[in-house]
């Protein structure tokens, strides 16, 4: 019922921008109680938080190593949310998952891979 689908990844060069969009199908975002965003997991690494948004209180999260280069949006005509990504490093590759969660459940999309190289 709840689908979540990434979109956006791709090769882009050090000090690029991509953005990343998850479009969350059966999982509205004008209503209640959620939270959504971006998760990455780098090979050999831990699957890592990278920005979310917690709708009960308009709480806005950045991973420290990504303050001031990403951003997290939603547009909810779309029923999407956003991660805006300037200024991406190679440390920044990694595949990108959107998550959210309301109530008792979660919910992972399949990831989409940013590759930041040169």
């Known amino acids: 019922q709840v689908q979540l689908v990434e979109s956006g990844g791709g090769l882009v060069r050090p000090g690029g921008s991509l953005r990343l969009s998850c479009a969350a199908s059966?999982?509205?975002?004008?209503?209640?109680?959620?939270?959504i965003g971006w998760f990455r997991q780098a090979p050999g690494k831990e699957r890592e938080g990278v920005a979310c948004f917690a709708s009960k209180a308009g709480i806005l999260y950045y991973q420290d190593s990504v303050k001031g280069r990403f951003t997290i949006s939603t547009d909810n005509a779309k029923n999407t949310v956003y991660l805006q990504m300037n200024s991406l490093k190679p440390e920044d590759t990694a595949v990108y998952y959107c998550n959210a969660v309301r109530g008792f459940n979660l919910y992972w999309g399949q990831g989409t891979q940013v590759t930041v190289s040169s």
């Open positions: 059966g999982f509205p975002l004008d209503l209640d109680y959620y939270a």
